[in-house]
């Protein structure tokens, strides 16, 4: 891996300050990785010009984050009975405060480019330089002192990993909660706990790593995958935050994914209070909570127990309980019943939300009984305006759950009413470029509602690649009539299995 740079003041630097290598590390050993580097360091005696002697070296300090600013120094005999200056790390500096006197013999110093040379003033830019001829500065050579903190993950990790592991180091990770969640490709594992153990030191936010040791569906149908955990407590109980809501679960039982957080909010932006959503494959409620707290009507199920019963915690935490309920059935089962139930509801006695007003009380504003506005008043709509079908891996094959579904239910939308039959927000995988999937999926959603889709009938949206020849897409269409008030005839059409076959397109390629 070539990791010069054109400057070559630049590479010297990057060399000097570069960890100690050892390749034969299996066990993250921290007291290996000390070094000392010989720098030049301005000593402040002048504090009130503190910010006219930094801006004097602007372009000429050590550009390392650990070390930017200044470092609090003193004085002390080195073993050679040389006075020189140390750092004041936090447990001197603890120490010294509690003796005041001590405090005097600290001074702060900032840290300069290796280029700064003390004894060679045609290094020092000529601003700095003022400063050193009025006495306000000295130029002192520094010994900065390195040790396993004063490095990052990278740094770490490439003074370990073996040469012809350097070009893909793994880097990335997903972040729920305080777990960090890794892939690490087979090449990798043999290095798995220092990768976890440096990832874990490097993030104080972080409190578990996990490695993902099979692909999401693989041996459940509820989309949970086997883990192993590399660093940190052997834990996998979480709660995170996305879209103003809390979640709780256990992220080994159920489905999370937080690089999702801007498509679920992308779709809840198509809500609008007062509708009705049906979330057919719900897993722990990103979707329906959120919409639950616009004040949308939301249905939402999922196969998966646990799922559901992190689902009701959840609902209960973010307080959304009057418009958000929770199912735990088969979504198939869930799409077919939910359309009739909610038809019930709507006509019913219950039918009917009662959200009091948010009122701010105050000694000199005080509000009687009498004088509260009334409640607003949400009532249950008779049909769903939304659908949404997050499980790309097979949420395609649910669709067939759509056709009659609304048989006997016609008079309810246009044209005798002013409702429009609901939308269906379909995630779904296609191995095919991005023009080029949209046929493909068009082909196969017209498969299971056995009704032709053109691409000009579906939306799509290219929401994330998955590997180098999948990709995730969301396909937006309306319910057509032809399917939501097919009779018997177009249920039987749904056993001719006469649509082609999709060439290319194996069902592997489909499992998340």
């Known amino acids: 891996m070539d990791t010069s740079s054109s400057n070559p003041e630049d590479d010297m630097a990057s060399r000097l300050f570069s960890p100690p290598v050892q390749r034969a590390m299996r ?20 504090p009130s010009k503190m910010e006219a002697i930094r801006k004097a070296c602007e372009g000429n300090m050590l550009d390392r984050a650990k070390f930017k600013g200044t470092i609090l120094v003193k004085l002390e005999k080195s073993p050679g009975g040389r006075l020189e200056y140390v750092q004041v790390r936090k447990e001197m500096k603890a120490e010294m405060e509690q003796d005041p006197e001590r405090m005097h013999e600290v001074r702060k110093l900032i840290p300069l480019h290796p280029r700064i040379r003390p004894n060679d003033h045609s290094t020092v830019p000529l601003a700095l330089l003022a400063f050193v001829e009025s006495k306000d500065v000295d130029l002192v050579p520094y010994k900065l002192k390195m040790e396993y903190e004063d490095w990052d993950y990278y740094e770490i990790v490439t003074s370990i990993l073996p040469e012809d592991l350097l070009e893909e180091v793994p880097s990335g990770y997903t972040l729920t909660g305080d777990i960090a969640h890794v892939n690490l490709r087979e090449a990798y594992l043999p290095y798995k706990q220092i990768i976890g153990q440096v990832i874990l030191d490097k993030n104080p936010n972080i409190k578990t790593v996990i490695n993902k040791t099979e692909e999401v569906g693989v041996s459940s149908e509820f989309r949970t995958f086997d883990m192993e955990i590399l660093a940190g407590e052997p834990k996998t109980e979480v709660e995170a ?62 196969l998966n127990p646990e799922s559901y019963k992190s689902m009701v915690d959840n609902i209960k935490r973010n307080k959304v309980g009057d418009f958000v309920m929770a199912h735990n059935e088969d979504g198939r089962d869930f799409i077919q019943r939910s359309v009739k139930d909610l038809y019930k509801l709507s006509q019913s006695k219950w039918g009917k939300i009662f959200v009091p007003p948010k009122i701010k009380y105050s000694k000199s504003n005080p509000i009687s009984l009498d004088q509260r506005p009334p409640p607003a008043v949400y009532y249950v709509p008779p049909t769903f305006n939304h659908f949404v079908m997050n499980l790309p891996a097979t949420a395609v094959e649910f669709l067939d759950a759509f056709v009659g579904v609304y048989t006997g239910m016609e008079r309810l939308f246009e044209p005798y009413t002013k409702t429009k039959l609901p939308i269906i927000h379909l995630h779904i995988f296609d191995a095919r470029e991005y023009e080029d999937a949209h046929p493909s999926i068009c082909q196969r959603i017209s498969k299971y509602i056995n009704y032709k889709m053109t691409v000009e009938d579906v939306e799509f949206r290219d929401v994330r690649l998955i590997s180098p020849k999948k990709k995730m897409y969301c396909a937006t269409f309306r319910l057509p009539p032809e399917v939501a008030f097919a009779g018997e005839e177009g249920r039987k059409g749904m056993e001719d299995d006469s649509c082609s076959k999709i060439p290319g397109l194996e069902a592997s390629a489909w499992v998340s």
């Open 241 to 302: 935050s996305e879209s103003g809501c809390r979640f709780r679960f256990d992220f080994a039982k159920v489905y999370w994914n937080s690089r999702l957080e801007n498509e679920h909010n992308r779709i809840i932006k198509t809500f609008k209070e007062g509708e009705a959503v049906a979330d057919v494959m719900a897993g722990v409620g990103p979707f329906a909570i959120p919409a639950g707290k616009k004040k949308v009507f939301v249905w939402a199920n999922d």
């Open 27 to 46: 066990i993250l050993d921290r007291s290996f990785f000390r070094k000392t580097v010989p720098i030049s360091g301005a000593i402040v005696h002048t």
